[in-house]
């Protein structure tokens, strides 16, 4: 489970995140919108444990990231939005690489269905150089999914896949969902997030917006009844 409560960072004289609170329950899939500079970016490296909020708090699993950074890491995975990989290890060396780093023993079992899943088996020996932008986002997903996170952040997890990688990114997600993970899903993409979240959390300048089901949201809006996310967001937002 992830807990934000009082979430607030600024960056200098810019307040990037103001007082945000919201939780993500096991097996929920919390999409998380805004226009750019809402604090989409700044909220998922907070729950990541990259940046340093300047006040609130943030458990995930249970665990405390101010307090046990290192036990709250273990059970996430943050998959950002532009892929950062090492020019020298090929796609499997990065799986075992980070198989290593997160303990994983029974590594040889879990790669070839993980390789499978990504529709990267074939490009199991190939380096970084070698892949296309979508294959480079499903090898950073594969390193962030091979420890089984109970908690997943994904920051525009679909950018640069063709259709076929679109729907099987699509599958993962739920199904990584179904299996108990709390999920976190920024994206720009607003038909993906009406198509896969259970939750929305819309953000603006810093601060939420709106936060529950479609359903919820229409209830406090019912002028906005029988439009489209896309249309929600833009009134909501002001945009």
Do not use: W
């Not at 990065?94 to 198989?99: G, I, K, N, Q």
């Amino acid at each position: 489970m992830i807990e934000v409560q009082g979430l607030t960072k600024s960056y200098g004289s810019v307040a990037a995140v103001c007082d945000l609170s919201f939780s993500v329950a096991p097996g929920e899939v919390l999409g998380l919108v805004g226009p750019n500079g809402a604090g989409k970016t700044t909220t998922l490296r907070s729950l990541a444990g990259i940046v340093r909020p300047g006040g609130g708090t943030i458990r995930v699993g249970g665990h405390d990231m101010e307090r046990d950074p290192v036990a709250a890491k273990r059970v996430l995975a943050f998959m950002p939005d532009e892929p950062h990989l090492f020019d020298y290890l090929t796609v499997e060396e990065h799986l075992r690489f980070t198989a290593r780093l997160y303990q994983v023993t029974d590594v040889e079992r879990r790669l070839p269905a993980l390789l499978q899943e990504l529709e990267l088996s074939e490009k199991a020996k190939a380096l970084p150089g070698e892949l296309s932008r979508g294959m480079k986002q499903k090898l950073v997903i594969g390193c962030g999914l091979l420890h089984d996170p109970t908690a997943l952040l994904f920051d525009e997890p679909l950018t640069g896949l063709d259709p076929s990688g679109i729907r099987r990114m699509k599958q993962t997600i739920r199904e990584r969902a179904r299996q108990g993970a709390a999920v976190v899903l920024s994206s720009h993409l607003l038909h993906l997030v009406e198509e896969i979240c259970t939750r929305v959390l819309i953000m603006q300048r810093g601060r939420k917006v709106a936060l529950g089901t479609i359903e919820e949201i229409l209830t406090e809006r019912p002028d906005l009844r029988g439009r489209s996310l896309e249309d929600i967001f833009l009134t909501l937002t002001g945009t």
